[in-house]
């Protein structure tokens, strides 16, 4: 498969057909693709527990990978990817502009890492605000 998750994708075929939109899951056991606002369909969803709603969601369902064409940010096209070795690594590469497809990839597993340290932070951070909020009124009256 071509494909992959968090790729910019063009539909090329059916219902939805021109349409760009960001891939959100992949399965290649069944080469199919779920991309973002694309094969949208109806799902009658039952309450299963007290605190739950019957509703009717809209929700994305797969479609055959062979119907979008991953495109390309750098020349803003829809390509057919081209595989290259670049630094001892497979990556996709555009067949037109020669950029690496698979950057965004490597961006998306250090935003992860960054995701983790970040709850820590943020608890910190809080409790740091607290005492500033205190202070910092006082520093402003000093400052006027
Ligand atoms: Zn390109």
Redesign the pocket.
């Known amino acids: 498969m071509n494909v992959k998750l968090n790729d910019t994708v063009v539909v090329i075929t059916g219902k939805y057909a021109a349409k760009t939109g960001k891939v959100i899951a992949v399965s290649p056991k069944s080469n199919t693709v779920t991309v973002e606002g694309v094969n949208i369909h109806k799902k009658a969803q039952k309450a299963r527990k007290a605190n739950e709603v019957s509703q009717i969601v809209e929700k994305e369902a797969p479609l055959n990978a062979s119907n979008v064409m991953v495109l390309?940010e750098?020349?803003d096209?829809a390509?057919r990817v081209k595989h290259s070795v670049v630094d001892g690594k497979k990556v996709r590469v555009?067949p037109?502009?020669g950029?690496v497809l698979d950057k965004g990839y490597s961006g998306k597993a250090t935003g992860k890492a960054a995701k983790k340290e970040a709850p820590a932070k943020r608890v910190r951070k809080r409790a740091k605000k607290e005492e500033t909020a205190e202070t910092a009124p006082a520093e402003d009256n000093k400052a006027e």
């Open positions: 390309c750098a020349c096209k390509i555009c037109k502009c950029a």
